[in-house]
């Protein structure tokens, strides 16, 4: 074995040169890697008793793309090209052994290898678009001449890492070999193969699906049109899009020009940048500076569940998924069958329902109407009505119930979890664990800490988020935590603003066009405006008492906010235009228009001023952990990074100018927070916090 630098070796083994790469935690193509695969090329060629050369990884995986830490920083060592050159090149047949994950630039040297061999559990990507990029080290140009356009472009857009089975069955991996036997199954293939005819074959010179799809334009029209929605407002799609274009287009050489400019263009503008950021504060929110990762975790080997409604089943559905038991407590028997029921139709109505797999899980649930059913398990969320009486009801009877050592969650979105933990004996134990709706879907968890949550719990929330699937970040007690205080600052100005004259879908366009998923009166409309309107007590006080004493109740009743046809299209609705005037003029006002920059500013500014209050409550550890919350839970486009990196973009001196113009005219609610104005001052971001 010989060392080629601190990352790589190289050791000649039954006729083949075998480079080895150890580059923890993920061997991304850092200076070292590149280096360590040029110079291992270069003493496998040199290497009389060679053959063959099989380039393998230690550890986790194999090499899981470029080193994004090192993007936007000067070229160091040997450029990926060259080494793809080196190996392409070579006279000997190199072979990519695969294990774990071969993704973005990994792939794309495992492309510029003749052959590669993987292990079942192993799985291929070009997952670059969801850093707003474009795999640019000839990824673009390779996988359609291997898999086809259509096949290329779906990896490419999505993103998706493809099962090593899948994989030889697009040819993008040549044999499957034993798992845990890599290295050797790898060395066999190259011996194997070592004697097969010359020229060596080169995927770059794989022309024949290419050169099917060349006069097809309709390819690329269809599959841009079939996928418009996934892809509004990314720039990265479309750029993929038209490197496969190239591929099929134009010879390999200018298509990899095409890849480098169009890369290049990507790598530079502000989309790739929030994607970047959000990928490693992602990461970052798992890590908690006073609960180091080392801290003691409980085993979780059972969970209970107080509540069988949507969100209690979601919640439950997360568990189950991960194999691990769930006993479901209701209070009457017929909200318990339905519950489980729905639960059940869940599964079977999912995309990827597999009946064997579907009454696995089913098999992990028990329901039960009496709270004692809970005194063995592990943890035990509440997800009963919002209400403090009834939590408080609710945890002290679990305090009495519930095994020494049982973490009590809440599922509470806003009320104090401290009152809450005050009614146990055992406060360090309280913790709030905040799903949103479907719960089974969305990945947001907001773990809230209270006063006395001990660090064990909060170590074994925080890793058991990761086990069922969720993105965790860790916030303090405060109205609303982190995710729903910044959408009430929003949704304060978003009432104000139609008090003014903006209409609900003027809001809504802004909002939408900005890049979420939906404004909050289509919202609204959706959810229902009725929730929490007591019909005996409305008077006709707010627009929205007007609404459902009309039974403009949203969505299901035809009207609300909008005005929707039988199959549910929104039109502006003239009704609520009216009504809306009526109650501006009693007001005493007069309708005014109001500019979409207005609407935006009025709308997103208060969120980033909200945002800049939590953190110096230091009710977020830091900003991007808000940032991840607004993504990952409330449809933040990732492209413009969350509030706080939006704020930042935009300029926290045009912010704070804005807010107090803001003040002047309408008062408090638009007061700057200090830690804004203490940035201005120092000419610092929120960047900078970090
Ligand atoms: N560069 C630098 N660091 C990386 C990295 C990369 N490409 N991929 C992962 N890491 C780091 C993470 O930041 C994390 O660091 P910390 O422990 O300090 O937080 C660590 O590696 C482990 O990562 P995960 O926690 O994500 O581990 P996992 O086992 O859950 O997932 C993974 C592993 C599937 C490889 C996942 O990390 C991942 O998807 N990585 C990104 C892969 C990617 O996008 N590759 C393309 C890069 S762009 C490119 O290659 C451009 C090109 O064409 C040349």
Request: overall charge neutral; aromatic content about 6%.
């Given at each position: 074995m010989t060392a080629i630098n601190e990352v790589t070796d190289y050791a000649l083994e039954d006729g083949v040169g075998v480079i080895t790469l150890n580059s923890p935690p993920v061997n991304a193509l850092s200076f070292n890697v590149r280096d360590g695969l040029a110079g291992g090329m270069a003493m496998a060629l040199a290497d009389e008793g060679a053959k063959a050369v099989v380039i393998v990884c230690e550890g986790r995986t194999f090499i899981a793309g470029a080193d994004i830490t090192e993007f936007g920083g000067a070229q160091r060592g040997a450029s990926l090209y060259d080494v793809q050159d080196a190996i392409e090149g070579s006279a000997k047949p190199v072979v990519a052994a695969i294990h774990g994950t071969a993704l973005g630039g990994g792939l794309e040297v495992a492309l510029a290898c003749h052959y590669r061999v993987a292990v079942p559990s192993a799985r291929c990507g070009l997952p670059e678009v969801n850093l707003g990029l474009l795999p640019g080290a000839g990824?673009?140009?390779?996988?359609?001449?291997?898999?086809?356009?259509?096949?290329?472009?779906?990896?490419?857009?999505?993103?998706?890492?493809?099962?090593?089975?899948?994989?030889?069955?697009?040819?993008?991996?040549?044999?499957?070999?034993?798992?845990?036997?890599?290295?050797?199954?790898?060395?066999?293939?190259?011996?194997?193969?070592?004697?097969?005819?010359?020229?060596?074959?080169?995927?770059?010179?794989?022309?024949?699906?290419?050169?099917?799809?060349?006069?097809?334009?309709?390819?690329?029209?269809?599959?841009?049109?079939?996928?418009?929605?996934?892809?509004?407002?990314?720039?990265?799609?479309?750029?993929?899009?038209?490197?496969?274009?190239?591929?099929?287009?134009?010879?390999?050489?200018?298509?990899?020009?095409?890849?480098?400019?169009?890369?290049?263009?990507?790598?530079?503008?502000?989309?790739?940048?929030?994607?970047?950021?959000?990928?490693?504060?992602?990461?970052?929110?798992?890590?908690?500076?006073?609960?180091?990762?080392?801290?003691?975790?409980?085993?979780?080997?059972?969970?209970?569940?107080?509540?069988?409604?949507?969100?209690?089943?979601?919640?439950?559905?997360?568990?189950?998924?991960?194999?691990?038991?769930?006993?479901?407590?209701?209070?009457?028997?017929?909200?318990?069958?339905?519950?489980?029921?729905?639960?059940?139709?869940?599964?079977?109505?999912?995309?990827?329902?597999?009946?064997?797999?579907?009454?696995?899980?089913?098999?992990?649930?028990?329901?039960?109407?009496?709270?004692?059913?809970?005194?063995?398990?592990?943890?035990?969320?509440?997800?009963?009505?919002?209400?403090?009486?009834?939590?408080?009801?609710?945890?002290?009877?679990?305090?009495?119930?519930?095994?020494?050592?049982?973490?009590?969650?809440?599922?509470?979105?806003?009320?104090?979890?401290?009152?809450?933990?005050?009614?146990?004996?055992?406060?360090?134990?309280?913790?709030?664990?905040?799903?949103?709706?479907?719960?089974?879907?969305?990945?947001?968890?907001?773990?809230?800490?209270?006063?006395?949550?001990?660090?064990?719990?909060i170590n074994t929330c925080m890793k058991l988020a990761r086990r069922i699937g969720k993105i965790a970040v860790l916030v303090g007690v405060c109205p609303g935590f982190v995710g729903n205080r910044i959408l009430g600052a929003r949704q304060r100005e978003a009432n104000k603003l139609i008090m003014e004259g903006a209409m609900p879908w003027d809001i809504d366009r802004v909002l939408y066009d900005f890049g979420f998923p939906m404004g909050p009166f289509a919202m609204s409309d959706l959810a229902g405006l009725d929730i929490g309107w007591v019909k005996e007590r409305s008077n006709g006080e707010t627009i929205r008492d007007v609404l459902c004493e009309m039974d403009r109740r949203g969505q299901k009743t035809g009207a609300g906010w909008y005005d929707y046809d039988e199959n549910r299209n929104a039109k502006p609705s003239p009704v609520t235009e009216k009504i809306l005037h009526d109650f501006i003029v009693k007001s005493g006002a007069n309708p005014r228009a109001i500019s979409d920059d207005e609407i935006l500013e009025r709308c997103l500014y208060p969120m980033v001023n909200e945002g800049a209050k939590i953190l110096e409550e230091g009710k977020a550890i830091r900003p991007s952990d808000i940032d991840v919350v607004w993504e990952n839970g409330y449809g933040w486009p990732v492209y413009e990074g969350g509030p706080m990196w939006w704020g930042d973009k935009v300029g926290l001196t045009k912010v704070l100018d804005k807010m107090k113009e803001f003040q002047g005219a309408m008062g408090d609610a638009f007061k700057p927070s200090p830690l804004l104005e203490k940035l201005v001052g120092e000419g610092k971001k929120f960047q900078d916090l970090r």
């Open positions: 990824g673009t140009q390779r996988l359609p001449r291997i898999v086809g356009p259509e096949k290329a472009m779906e990896m490419m857009t999505s993103g998706q890492h493809v099962p090593a089975k899948s994989c030889l069955e697009m040819g993008l991996v040549d044999e499957l070999v034993e798992e845990g036997d890599l290295r050797a199954g790898a060395i066999a293939f190259a011996n194997k193969i070592v004697v097969e005819q010359r020229p060596l074959k080169k995927v770059r010179e794989l022309n024949d699906k290419v050169e099917a799809a060349r006069g097809h334009p309709e390819i690329f029209e269809n599959f841009r049109k079939a996928n418009a929605r996934r892809f509004r407002g990314f720039l990265a799609p479309e750029y993929n899009i038209r490197c496969v274009e190239a591929a099929v287009n134009e010879p390999f050489e200018e298509g990899l020009k095409t890849e480098r400019k169009l890369f290049g263009e990507l790598m530079s503008g502000s989309q790739s940048a929030a994607q970047r950021y959000a990928f490693f504060a992602e990461r970052q929110a798992a890590k908690v500076p006073d609960v180091p990762d080392d801290t003691a975790v409980i085993p979780v080997n059972k969970v209970g569940i107080i509540g069988a409604g949507t969100m209690g089943g979601g919640i439950a559905m997360n568990f189950m998924n991960a194999g691990i038991p769930v006993t479901i407590v209701e209070v009457q028997q017929d909200a318990l069958d339905r519950g489980l029921a729905t639960i059940r139709r869940n599964y079977e109505r999912s995309r990827t329902a597999v009946p064997a797999e579907t009454e696995a899980r089913m098999s992990r649930l028990t329901g039960a109407l009496d709270l004692s059913a809970l005194a063995d398990c592990d943890l035990v969320i509440e997800a009963v009505f919002e209400r403090i009486d009834i939590k408080k009801e609710v945890f002290t009877k679990l305090d009495a119930i519930c095994k020494p050592g049982a973490i009590l969650a809440t599922n509470t979105s806003g009320l104090n979890i401290d009152e809450i933990a005050s009614v146990t004996k055992r406060p360090d134990a309280v913790i709030g664990l905040h799903f949103f709706s479907p719960a089974n879907v969305m990945k947001l968890l907001e773990i809230v800490r209270a006063d006395h949550t001990s660090k064990e719990v």
